[in-house]
């Protein structure tokens, strides 16, 4: 298998170490479960023929989605004239948003669209397009959320700030007894917020959460820049030359309201459920007692393994495991890598969560949301078998034939490993 480079260019070298301890965290110097997985993954390309990359049909698929989101735009802005037919419009360029999110820009943004680097970034500067940024994602999503899944005060999905408890380790306020009623809401507001807030308030501010990150500079910033200009042209400068700003901010926030509740659900699910786990670096040494491959695995929930067309509309990211363990690999393929992911987990002893439907997936994530906001018990053992299928371990098991040594550095320059980290 033809393999990425190891360090993906543009990041700035800064060292990952704990906001808190100014230590580097680590994981287990285990390789066994990873090297079993990769071997079992490289058959698959070889049997198969097929490349890991530059598949035709995550072309056509892009062809699809961009076509939908021209027209549903075009349409909009310059055909519409009922409020029937905007809504319905607006509602579609929310879904074709969220499409492109999770089809194209989020295979560029972890290369694993393309073996030409050109191309990746292409497709991952499609975020400029749906008014996010590439340089705040590939630090956000890339480095913080792939590296450290699930682990509080590392992964900067999982805070939230006071909004929300998503973790047994985050301090829960009164407000959190409603956070399983009211975080819905919120959630549609995510694409808004990144979009008009959030991407300023963190170059601004040099931090998202609890994590500093370099500040763009140079082409980054450039970037940055053009990308929120094309964006605030699209959004808001050219439908103010045909219709009422009422009008424009009514629209605007229907399609952001849908983009923003798809991308903040199928992300949710995979990881803030009662299933997965949320470990905590040892105390006096920042060490996690898991190899990386395993605690990505551990950490992370698929739903709806068997449903294709879901797989299709979102970018495989109902497969969330393989793509944690395989991030380079286009989406196009997990449904085939899943059942050997799932076979290496039970050979070894690892957990491997797999919901049976979306919806089973959306129910675990409320009753998370509720256990979270009315208790503070730490116990992050999975209780509801009723939904789970494949093997699953206590949070305190041993994780199979694990050859532990000394802790060391996390194999997280591995080419089949996140985008972002040095
Ligand atoms: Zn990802």
Known sequence: MTRQPEIPARLPRVSLRSPETGRRLTFRRDTAFHHALRERIEGYFRTSGRPPRDCWQLYVKTAVFFAGFAAAYVLLVFVAHTWAQAL?????????????GFNVQHDGGHQAYSQS??????????????????????????????????????????????????????????????????????????????????????LISGRMGTRAF?????RDLAIFVAGKVVFFLLAFGIPLGF????????????????????????????HCVEEVAFPVPHASTDHIDRAWAIHQAETTADFARGNRVIAWLVGGLNLQIEHHLFPRISH???PALSPLVEQ???????????FESFRAGLISHFRWLRRMGTSDTHDVTATHDQRFTGTRLRAGDSAGPARGRASGRSPELSWDAPTGEQ
């Open 117 to 202: 680097r050109w191309v990746n970034t292409l497709m991952a500067m499609a975020l400029e397009l749906l008014g996010g940024s590439t340089y705040v994602w590939r630090w956000k999503h890339g480095v913080f959320h792939h590296t450290y899944v699930n682990i509080t005060g590392h992964d900067t999905d999982i805070d939230l700030g006071i909004l929300a408890r998503l973790t047994p380790h985050q301090r829960r306020l009164r407000v959190h007894r409603w956070q399983h009623l009211y975080l819905w809401g919120l959630y549609g507001l995510l694409v808004i917020k990144w979009q008009l807030v959030g991407d300023f308030r963190k």
């Open 243 to 270: 219709h009422s700003i009422g009008v424009v901010l009514c629209y605007y926030g229907v399609a952001g309201l849908v983009a923003g509740i798809l991308l903040s659900v199928v992300f949710q699910v995979a």
């Open 214 to 218: 370099p500040r763009p500079k140079g």
């Open 344 to 354: 290496t987990c039970r050979e070894f002893g690892v957990r491997y969560t797999a």
């Open 88 to 100: 319905a419009l607006a509602v579609l360029l929310g879904l074709f948003t969220a499409g492109i």
């Open 332 to 334: 196009v393929h997990y």
